[in-house]
Every structure is written in C-alpha cells, then in structure tokens.
C-alpha cells in the first residue's frame, strides 16, 4: 500500500480568513464567532488557543480567558467563498476529491503522479498554491489510507506536512490515546477506560472477539482501525463531480482567435485528465470573467457522455458563439466538463489499419506522459500564444 490518500484541513480556518482580510489581526488572538449574548466560539487562532480558548466554548468564558483578545463576528459567505477556492484546487490535482467539511477533504492521489510527480511533491505543491493563491496556510496528511491521512494531517499542525509510512504505522498509533480513533467518542473511551485502557497500544491487546463482545460492530471496527487498517475509499461529493480548467489570462483579451486557442489548450487539458483517471461525461460548461470582473458560467448537455478534446473544445466553442459571449474583454476564461461517469478505457492497438480518434488522443498522451506538454502540439495551436 503505497501513500496514496491525503487529507487537507486548512488551520483555524475562519480566523486565518479574518487574519487574511485585516492585517491588523495577524499576530494577535483572534477569536471568531456569535457576538451576541449567548455566542459560540466558531474558532480560535492560534495565538488565542494559547490561553485555552476552543471551538463551541461560549464567548463569555473566551473573553474571561482573554480579555486582551479580539473578538470577531463570523462571515460565512467569505468562508464559503474562500473554500471554493481551495477546492478548486484540490480538484486540478484529482478528480476524486472527497468534502469532509467547509475547509477540510481526502484526496485520493493515484491517478495523478504522471502529472504531478509523486505523493510528497504533490502535498508540497498543493500547500504551496494554498499559500500563494490564497494566502492561507493548510495542513497536510499523507498515509496509505483514509483513517491514517487525517490523523497525519492533525499532527504537525499549523501548517503541516505528516507522513505516515507503513512501517511506521504501529509506533505512531501506539501511543495515541484511543479517542483518535475515528468513532471513538466520550462513550466509547470510558468504557475501555474502565477496563484500564487508553492508548490504541493497550487497546490492541483485545482480540477482535473481545471487541465484539463489548462493542458489537464497532468493535470490528475498532479492531481494525487501531491496527491502522481502514479499507473506506474516498468518495466524490456530487458537487465535485466534475473536471475542469480555467485560466486568467496576462492581458484581457478581445481577438476571438486568440480566445479560441486558449480554450482548445484547456479543453486538450481537461480531456486529458478525464481519459487519465477514465471518465466520459455528458455536460460541458464554460465560465467567463470580463475585464470589469462581471462573471458568468454557461453550460449543455449532451445526449451521449465524451472526453474527447474536440468534442469538449466544440461544445464550448458553440456555447461562447451562440450566446455571444465574446463581444468584451476577457480576463479569464474556464471549461469543464460534469455528469461524469466511469468507463473502461478501450485499449490502443498499434497493429489496427485504422486508427480512431481516441486511439489518437490516447497516443496524444502517451508522447505528452514521456516527453513534456509542448512535445506535441495540434496544428491549430502552432506558433501562436494565447496563453502565458
Ligand atoms: P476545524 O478544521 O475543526 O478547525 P479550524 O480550521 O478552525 O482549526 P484547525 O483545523 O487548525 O484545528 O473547523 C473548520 C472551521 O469550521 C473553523 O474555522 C470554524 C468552523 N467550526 C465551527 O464553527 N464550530 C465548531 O465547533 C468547529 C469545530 C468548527
Ligand atoms: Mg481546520
């Protein structure tokens, strides 16, 4: 089993935002939540968990903690705002992007080293766009499954970076007290507490027999799970169930041709990544920013699901020309595609006399797997710059 699953949770999520937005807080103990009566604390920054402070405490007993702090009132929509960004990147490394909460997902990474280099590169990369696109700090978990990638993501945090190999696996866990184990809640742990256990060590002197005896189902569960073996798969969210690519372009742009190769070069790049984790599907949707930041997104359903990068380019070509989107300038310019459904990828035969198109683009891919982006290259696209 090799570390293929990460789990990314962003650090004290709403505060870093509130940080973000005001430089004046940063630094400081910023406490965000209800202002009101009888408000809860939402979270804490870091600065403000030194004198105790936590999420869901009251805001009467935070500001008797600390008095010196400054108490922010919470602005769900920026959160919400800032979270699709964050998603947004996720979903540009692997389409398997699985929700958890507003700043908190598993990413199953396999299908993605071809393209983005192995495990701990692509964790590197992914905080290092976190922080430079949005300016926030993540913590990242890397394990070969889901239990113990969200476990790695809370042990080196802020801004972490956990790994949790496989031949290290039992030294790390052991010690853990036995609420890190996911279900074990307060209920849970007093009963095991009363039989003299704390730690996932102590607790993996019960057969799985035993476990069964005391806690039925669960205790399979917790058999397994403190031997660190979790067999969930990361599953997509429907609202991530699609791939797409958008870029800003370096100047706002008004030549149709120009707009036109941009979008053949997302689309070759969208249809890529769709054939590499093998998905067809059957709505394309553009999205448009203009140069006075007014945004728009359009889409279409086709009868039958493709991948392909004509039919992708073609569909969202169609859509900027039948809604006469091109008439302003353009600042930034996306396509993806969503409905997507597995499918088994039809195999390239050299030795066939005739050659289909997604033979072709499979060996589009190949070449671009070996030798780089810019080695092939469609004839529409040579010796022009639409893109940076
Ligand atoms: P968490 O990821 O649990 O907490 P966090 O991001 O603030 O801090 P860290 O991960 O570094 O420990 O939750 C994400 C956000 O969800 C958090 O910023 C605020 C919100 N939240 C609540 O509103 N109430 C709560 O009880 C919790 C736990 C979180
Ligand atoms: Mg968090």
Same mark, same amino acid.
């Given at each position: 089993?090799a =570390?293929?699953?990460?789990h990314?949770?962003? /650090?004290? %999520?709403?505060?870093?935002? &509130?940080q973000?937005?005001n430089? @004046?807080l940063?630094?400081k103990?910023?406490i965000?939540?209800?202002l ?13 968990r030194?004198y105790?402070?936590h999420?869901?405490m009251?805001?009467?007993?935070a ?5 010196e702090g400054i108490?922010v009132?919470g602005?769900?929509k920026?959160y919400?705002e800032i ?10 490394y692997?389409p ?11 990413l199953?990474?396999?299908g993605?080293h071809?393209l983005?280099g192995?495990?701990v590169?692509?964790?590197k ?7 430079e696109?949005?300016?926030?700090t993540a ?7 889901k239990f113990?990638?969200? =476990? ?6 802020p /801004?972490g %970076?956990f790994?949790?190999? &496989?031949?290290?696996?039992?030294? @790390?866990l052991?010690?853990l007290?036995v ?14 507490k009363?039989?003299g256990?704390?730690?996932i060590g102590q607790?993996k ?12 189902k669960?205790?399979?569960?917790l058999y397994?799970l403190s ?6 798969s990361v ?8 791939i ?5 372009f370096s100047?706002d742009?008004?030549?149709k ?6 979008l053949?070069?997302m689309?070759e790049?969208?249809s890529?990544?769709?054939?590499k984790?093998g998905y067809?599907?059957?709505t ?5 920013r203009y140069g006075?930041?007014t945004?728009?997104t359009?889409?279409t359903t086709?009868?039958g699901?493709i991948?392909?990068?004509?039919s992708?380019?073609?569909t ?11 008439r302003k300038?353009i600042?930034l310019?996306?396509?993806g595609?969503?409905?997507?459904k ?6 390239l ?11 072709l683009t499979?060996t589009?891919d190949?070449i671009?797997?070996?030798?780089g982006?810019g080695?092939?290259?469609r004839a ?5 710059k639409?893109?940076e």
């Amino acid at each position: 089993m090799a =570390l293929e699953i990460m789990h990314i949770d962003m /650090d004290a %999520f709403f505060a870093a935002v &509130e940080q973000l937005d005001n430089p @004046i807080l940063r630094g400081k103990p910023v406490i965000v939540g209800g202002l009101g009566q009888r408000g809860v604390v939402s979270t804490a920054s870091y600065e403000a968990r030194k004198y105790g402070i936590h999420s869901a405490m009251s805001m009467v007993e935070a500001r008797r903690l600390c008095p010196e702090g400054i108490f922010v009132q919470g602005r769900h929509k920026r959160y919400g705002e800032i979270s699709r960004k964050i998603f947004e990147i996720f979903t540009t490394y692997t389409p398997i992007v699985e929700k958890v909460s507003i700043d908190e997902a598993f990413l199953d990474i396999r299908g993605c080293h071809r393209l983005f280099g192995d495990s701990v590169t692509i964790g590197k990369k992914i905080k290092q766009e976190i922080k430079e696109k949005i300016g926030l700090t993540a913590s990242v978990g890397l394990a070969p499954n889901k239990f113990l990638a969200k =476990l790695a993501s809370d042990m080196d945090k802020p /801004d972490g %970076f956990f790994i949790i190999e &496989e031949n290290r696996i039992n030294e @790390i866990l052991e010690p853990l007290p036995v609420n890190k184990i996911w279900g074990v809640g307060k209920k849970t742990a007093a009963i095991l507490k009363n039989r003299g256990i704390t730690t996932i060590g102590q607790l993996k002197k019960l057969s799985s027999s035993e476990l069964e005896a005391i806690f039925g189902k669960t205790g399979t569960q917790l058999y397994y799970l403190s031997r660190g073996i979790d067999n969930r798969s990361v599953s997509q969210d429907d609202e991530m169930k699609s791939i797409s690519h958008e870029e800003t372009f370096s100047q706002d742009l008004v030549d149709k041709e120009l707009i036109y190769n941009g979008l053949l070069e997302m689309a070759e790049r969208v249809s890529r990544r769709m054939r590499k984790n093998g998905y067809k599907g059957n709505t394309i949707f553009i999205k448009l920013r203009y140069g006075d930041f007014t945004t728009l997104t359009r889409r279409t359903t086709l009868p039958g699901a493709i991948n392909d990068t004509d039919s992708i380019y073609q569909t969202a070509r169609d859509l900027l020309d039948r809604n006469k989107l091109l008439r302003k300038p353009i600042r930034l310019l996306g396509v993806g595609v969503s409905n997507l459904k597995e499918y088994e990828g039809t195999q390239l035969s050299l030795f066939s006399d005739k050659i289909t198109r997604e033979e072709l683009t499979r060996t589009i891919d190949q070449i671009k797997d070996r030798f780089g982006d810019g080695s092939i290259t469609r004839a529409r696209n040579l010796g022009k710059k639409g893109l940076e």
